[in-house]
């Protein structure tokens, strides 16, 4: 594995979690999650060279690392299926512009940022989000490891809670 460039999981059997199992592997460039896994748990930590990630319908969790400090990754598409995402699991990547989440799920999307379904709580941004007016509260990690904000980040009056985590390099 530690050599791929692109890596295959298997869409065969039910895969509960895929834990660091490609963390490091700085060959990796692409990689499809089928919904097959439940979860995803810091399996592609430090890839430096994952440009490209497709995660299918039927993955439910994120788990904290999961992609954390793949600084190759431009663009997010988050699957209706997912049910948690723990803290900021893209930390760290330092290209990402563009977050979405399909509709009908346990979460939303509003220019470039992942909100709760209620839509205070932003849960993810990047360097490209704009923060909606409907959101209360900036989650632990938000923008953690986000770079390319240079103060263009308006913050409205009606946010209430931002962790000290939420910007943190």
């Not at 330092?94 to 849960?123: H, I, M, P, Q, R």
């Not at 959101?135 to 990690?141: A, F």
Request: hydrophobic letters at 35%; aromatic letters at 6%; glycine letters at 10%.
């Amino acid at each position: 594995i530690a050599a791929c460039a692109e890596s295959l999981i298997p869409t065969d059997i039910k895969i509960r979690s895929v834990r660091y199992a490609f963390s490091d592997n700085s060959a990796l460039e692409s990689v499809t999650i089928p919904g097959n896994v439940e979860s995803i748990d810091g399996a592609f930590a430090r890839c430096e060279n994952l440009r490209e990630v497709t995660i299918s319908e039927g993955v439910k969790k994120i788990g904290w690392l999961s992609f954390v400090y793949c600084k190759g990754l431009s663009s997010i598409a988050l699957p209706a299926s997912i049910e948690e995402i723990e803290s900021n699991p893209f930390m760290g990547c330092s290209s990402l512009e563009t977050l979405s989440v399909a509709n009908g799920g346990t979460f939303k999307s509003e220019n470039n940022c992942v909100l709760s379904g209620d839509g205070k709580t932003l849960v993810i941004g990047c360097k490209r989000s704009g923060i909606p007016s409907s959101v209360t509260e900036i989650g632990e990690y938000a923008f953690a490891g986000c770079r390319g904000l240079n103060g263009t980040l308006k913050i409205s009056g009606s946010i209430s809670v931002i962790p000290m985590s939420a910007f943190e390099k």
